[in-house]
Nanobody, 119 residues
Framework: KLQASGGGLVQAGGSLRLSCAAS????????MGWFRQPPGKEREFVAV????????DYANSVKGRFTISRDNAKNTLYLQMDNLKPEDTAVYYC??????????????WGKGTLVTVSS
């Protein structure tokens, strides 16, 4: 089970930190990722982190502004979002893969959390 939280309304230039609590599987064995679905658009990749946390990858649109991290002792995934822009407005989903590498292919999905960035 994956449960995302931390969404909300923020002004452009502000920051938010999303969290995703995982249960039911050995969290430290699997890659994790964040995806988002802007209003009226398809779901898109945001960031991924390997099982150990040693490798990460980001969408070009968020590089340098967002940071993905994980705490394997707490079974929790994070997404620190800084310098937010109105185009970051979306429902954000956390997801879990079936292997350890930092691939964008995911197997399990949580319910999303809404992030709204006002201009």
């Amino acid at each position: 089970k994956l449960q995302a939280s931390g969404g909300g309304l923020v002004q452009a230039g502000g920051s938010l930190r999303l969290s995703c609590a995982a249960s039911g599987r050995t969290f430290s064995s699997y890659r994790m990722g964040w995806f988002r679905q802007p209003p009226g658009k398809e779901r898109e990749f945001v960031a991924v982190i390997s099982a150990s946390g040693a490798f990460t990858d980001y969408a070009n649109s968020v590089k340098g502004r967002f940071t993905i991290s994980r705490d394997n002792a707490k079974n929790t995934l994070y997404l620190q979002m800084d310098n937010l822009k109105p185009e970051d407005t979306a429902v954000y989903y956390c997801a879990q893969g079936s292997g350890p590498s930092a691939s964008v292919t995911m197997k399990y999905w949580g319910k999303g959390t809404l992030v709204t960035v006002s201009s």
